[in-house]
Every structure is written in structure tokens, then in C-alpha cells.
């Protein structure tokens, strides 16, 4: 039987490699974001491959998520992955400066976003006793460092709603895996930056970043062992990346 993905954030960066990969794996595919031109390109190039289903989403708009996913066409509507993919960082500003506006646009993304499209697919899912939702969290939501503020601290967010999924669902076979990548080269730091590209690029100078066909590898492995085994998280980081030692200030 073809198996279902539905992922949020398909039109770029880790989320468009999660579709390649697993469409080369013959899998039916829901690509969901708000870029509607991206989407429909990425749809024209898996045609050939797998069955997709594009759909505009913005995933901050818990009633759009909800009719989006209980509207379905019949040929997708048993989803068996759902990759919460969508999510993005504003700003590096300390807290004292940074925009309380950008922290609500993390927030209704990167938490709100992963709830609403959690709960809008897992009843089914818990229903066919068969699925499994891949978080896609980040090293920033257990390593704090300067400027990650909000951003880190929705990353944790992924990290404990996941551990605590595996305690809902614990008596089902559903799984549920966290995924935290460390630097990977994507949109991401045009989008964090706000389009300052050169500064967007400093952040990967000198560097092997981690590329988004390296996330969407793992995800095709944590969806592929064996059904009795559930990978509860993967931390991920490119070889040039490590953790820093504890600062001190001193006067
Ligand atoms: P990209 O900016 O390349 O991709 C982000 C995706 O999220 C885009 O497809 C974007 O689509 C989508 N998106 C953003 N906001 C919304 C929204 N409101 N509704 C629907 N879709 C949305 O970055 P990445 O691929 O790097 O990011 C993917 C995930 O990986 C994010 O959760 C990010 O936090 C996480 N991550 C990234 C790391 C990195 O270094 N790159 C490291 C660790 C984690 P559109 O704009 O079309 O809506
Ligand atoms: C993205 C990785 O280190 O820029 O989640 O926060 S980091």
C-alpha cells in the first residue's frame, strides 16, 4: 500500500528535500506552505514520480489547518507521517531589544503551528492505530546562546510536546520523533535576517553546513525501522559545529 506524508513547510529547505526523498521512495505526498508558486513548481517536479496533493497553508490559522486537513482529497486523507516542518527564527537581538512582534510570529509558527497541525491529523491516525509525526525541533531548543531567546525557547517547546506525545500514545503504535538539526544551509538565515542576504550568508562562511538532503536522510530512516522501534529524538550537527563553553563575564 502507498504510504501518506503531509509536511508543512514544503516549499523550501529541509521540507522540498523531505519531498524528494520521500517520493523517490514512491511516497503520496501533501505539501503544504504559504508560497503557492513554490509549492506548484515542487508538485510539477515530483509528478512523475508519486501522487501530490498542494496545498496553501498557513499554519499560524488553526481553523484553516483544521478544514484543510479534514478536507483531504479521499486518495490522501489517511496520512501516515506528518512532518511538522514549518517554522523559522526572527531576529538575533538580546531580549531587551528584540521585537515582541517577531516573538509572536515564532511562537504562532513554531508552537501554535505545531499543535494545530498535531492535533488536526493525529485522531486519524490513533483511530487506523498506524502513523507517525516527525517534529522538526532544533540544537537551539536545548542549548540556549545569545539572541536565541524566543526562538530556542519554541524549540523546546517541539522537544517536550514530542517526549510528551510518547506519553499520550503510549498503548498505540503511532511514534513520535523530534529532530534537532544544528546549522543547516536553507532560507533560514535569509528569512531570520529579514532578506540581508550577505549577512544571511556570513552565517555558513568558512563552513560545511549541515544541507537539508541531510535532514530529510533521517527522516527517511526514523520512518523507515521497524515498527516496534520509535526513535525518540536525533540531535544533528555539521562537523565544524560544537558547543561553546559556559560564558562568564567579568568586570
Ligand atoms: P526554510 O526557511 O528554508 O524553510 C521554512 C519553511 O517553513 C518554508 O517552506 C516556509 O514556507 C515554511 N513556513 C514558514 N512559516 C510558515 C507558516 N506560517 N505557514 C506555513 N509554512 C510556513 O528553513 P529550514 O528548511 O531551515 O527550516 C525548516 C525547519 O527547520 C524550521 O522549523 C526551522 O526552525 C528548523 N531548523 C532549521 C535549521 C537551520 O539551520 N536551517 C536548524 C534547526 C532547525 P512559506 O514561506 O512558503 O510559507
Ligand atoms: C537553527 C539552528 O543554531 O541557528 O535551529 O539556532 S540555530
Redesign the pocket.
Given at each position: 500500500m502507498e504510504k501518506c506524508a503531509l509536511i508543512?513547510?514544503?516549499?523550501?529547505?529541509?521540507?522540498?528535500a523531505c519531498a524528494r526523498a520521500l517520493a523517490e521512495l514512491g511516497w503520496k505526498l501533501v505539501l503544504?506552505?504559504?508560497?503557492e508558486d513554490?509549492l506548484q513548481a515542487l508538485r510539477e517536479e515530483l509528478a512523475g514520480k508519486t501522487k501530490v496533493h498542494a496545498l496553501t497553508?498557513?499554519?499560524?490559522d488553526g481553523n484553516a489547518v483544521a478544514a484543510a486537513c479534514a478536507g483531504l482529497p479521499p486518495e490522501f486523507a489517511e496520512v501516515d507521517l506528518l512532518v511538522n516542518?514549518?517554522?523559522?527564527?526572527l531576529g538575533l537581538e538580546p531580549a531587551h531589544q528584540a521585537s515582541l512582534e517577531d516573538w509572536e510570529t515564532m511562537v504562532d509558527?513554531?508552537v501554535k503551528?505545531v499543535m494545530y497541525c498535531t492535533r488536526a491529523i493525529l485522531p486519524g491516525m490513533v483511530a487506523r492505530n498506524r502513523g507517525h509525526v516527525v517534529n522538526?525541533?532544533?540544537?537551539?531548543g536545548s542549548w540556549p546562546y545569545p539572541g536565541g531567546n524566543v526562538y530556542g525557547a519554541t524549540?523546546a517547546f517541539v522537544q517536550q510536546f514530542s517526549r510528551n506525545l510518547r506519553a499520550d500514545l503510549l498503548g498505540t503504535a503511532v511514534r513520535v520523533t523530534n529532530i534537532?538539526?544544528?546549522?543547516?544551509?536553507?532560507?533560514?538565515s535569509?528569512?531570520r535576517f529579514k532578506g540581508e542576504d550577505e549577512k544571511a550568508q556570513r552565517v555558513y562562511t568558512g563552513t560545511e553546513?549541515?544541507r537539508?538532503e541531510d535532514i530529510a536522510d533521517i527522516v527517511v530512516w526514523v520512518a523507515s525501522v521497524p515498527a516496534r522501534v520509535n526513535i525518540n529524538s536525533v540531535e544533528v550537527m555539521c562537523v565544524q559545529q560544537a558547543w561553546g563553553p559556559l560564558a562568564v563575564h567579568r568586570s
Open positions: 508543512t513547510g514544503a516549499s523550501s529547505g529541509f521540507g522540498a503544504t506552505a504559504r508560497r513554490k497553508l498557513d499554519v499560524r516542518n514549518a517554522g523559522l527564527a509558527t513554531n503551528g522538526i525541533g532544533s540544537v537551539a524549540k534537532e538539526p544544528g546549522m543547516a544551509e536553507t532560507e533560514f535569509r528569512v553546513p549541515l537539508p
